[in-house]
């Protein structure tokens, strides 16, 4: 079956990442020109994509997908699943086809890899040391512009879940939203009059929970709340609506916020920060 992420078009991905690097429309540019002149057209390679971290997988299917567009061709084998926690030195990828092809999808294809995987990585980092299975861990919407799906599809493969995937799945009032509206309740209304069936309120104290459950909020934001704060704040709630917890949330501090009784909580640097694997693809010519 055809690797598929809802809402991501993956060929279009593709065909505009290795435009981007060949410099389609730009004075010169349409072409490897390093490739061009120095492999022969006809010449073949074997490869072999590695990791030389240890890590969760994610993204190898895309990157299978930059070398069969160029050398539709291209025998490729993904010798692991997406997802997967692999060791330092594991073979992900086996590769045959045209030397040129690959030269040129090489970055983009291990950029790509590099990128999901260390995602992945970081998710499975962050779930491990929160240790609980009671609740959920969550990116948000601090995502490269552009990479949204594919960086929300990475943090699903090293065992997270996703948050909104955009402005457009739910109602988030935060403290400029309140600010406007003159109140967390008033806020939460107009949602509410507005027709939206998910609404996630953030609320940054004790005293503003009760009037925006009773306003009709869905669902509560507890932002930077301390452990014993959060703590009070899930009683208060009792069980209404789910509880998240956000802000200052860190691998130190997960495993204590969770424990507090929140059905979520969610951290902005799985996609914000996480670093790239170390993943490397070597050729040998046939």
């Known amino acids: 079956m055809a ?116 995602i992945a990585t970081m998710v499975a980092d962050y779930v491990r040391a929160m240790a609980n299975p009671d609740c959920t861990l969550l990116d948000t919407r601090k995502t490269i512009p552009g990479l949204r799906h594919l960086e929300k599809y990475a943090v699903r493969m090293g065992g997270g879940a996703n948050h909104r995937m955009g402005l457009w799945d739910a109602a988030m009032i935060k403290d400029n939203h309140v600010l406007v509206a003159g109140s967390v309740a008033a806020a939460v209304r107009r949602a509410v ?36 704060t959060l703590r009070e704040a899930v009683a208060l709630v009792a069980g209404r609506v789910p509880t998240e917890a956000s802000g200052g949330i860190n691998l130190d501090t997960i495993a204590a916020k969770a424990a507090m009784g929140v059905d979520y909580v969610s951290v902005g640097r799985l996609t914000q920060s996480a670093p790239a694997a170390d993943i490397g693809l070597d050729f040998t010519p046939l």
């Open 3 to 118: 690797f598929q992420i809802d809402g991501f078009d993956v060929d279009r991905f593709v065909r505009e990442t290795l435009a981007e690097d060949l410099g389609q429309g730009l004075p010169g540019g349409g072409r490897d020109v390093t490739s061009e002149s120095v492999i022969p057209a006809d010449a073949r390679f074997s490869g072999v994509m590695d990791t030389r971290d240890a890590i969760h997988v994610a993204g190898l299917p895309v990157a299978a997908a930059f070398f069969r567009a160029l050398d539709p061709q291209m025998t490729v084998e993904i010798l692991v699943d997406e997802g997967a926690q692999v060791g330092a030195g594991t073979d992900l990828m086996r590769l045959e086809g045209n030397a040129r092809a690959m030269l040129t999808a090489e970055r983009s294809a291990l950029n790509t890899v590099q990128h999901l995987s260390g």
């Open 193 to 228: 009059d507005a027709g939206v069936a998910d609404i996630i309120c953030e609320v940054d104290r004790i005293d503003q929970i009760e009037p925006a459950l009773d306003a009709g909020a869905t669902r509560l934001l507890l932002d930077n709340m301390e452990p014993e």
